[in-house]
């Protein structure tokens, strides 16, 4: 095999690693009820489910349910670590991670806080 060739195999091999590594990091939006079914990471945007369920600590887990907006589904979610800032002013709330054992284990938590957007449009 000539150099061009050997350099051309290993060039579209590379490119063909790097995509499908990039397509297995993508970690896509999905509502409760699909989260509940995928068996990989996912993205869940939902409402703190706080009627009658109080978000506490068990040992180093943060614990609390989810709400989702539109079909009022809701899910426990544990996150291994601290409670949030602002979690309780949160708007909404988007937990990454995946479920299984009746819970959505999330590796990452993110707050979405309306105020602070508020705040910055009457200026």
């Not at 993508?26 to 699909?34: D, N, R």
């Not at 109080?54 to 539109?70: A, K, Q, S, Y």
């Not at 426990?76 to 309780?88: C, E, I, L, T």
């Amino acid at each position: 095999m000539n150099r061009k060739a050997l350099l051309a195999v290993l060039l579209l091999a590379f490119v063909g690693y790097a995509g499908w590594s990039f397509v297995n990091s993508l970690t896509p939006y999905v509502g409760i009820t699909a989260a509940k079914k995928t068996s990989g990471s996912v993205q869940v945007k939902g409402l703190l489910d706080d009627r009658g369920r109080i978000p506490h600590m068990e040992g180093n887990t943060f614990v609390f349910f989810l709400r989702d907006e539109e079909t009022n589904e809701t899910m426990m979610v544990r996150y291994k670590g601290a409670k949030p800032d602002q979690f309780d002013q949160a708007h909404h709330i988007v937990a990454v991670g995946k479920y299984h054992a009746g819970a959505f284990h999330a590796e990452k938590l993110l707050i979405k806080c309306p105020s602070k957007y508020e705040k910055q449009k009457g200026k």
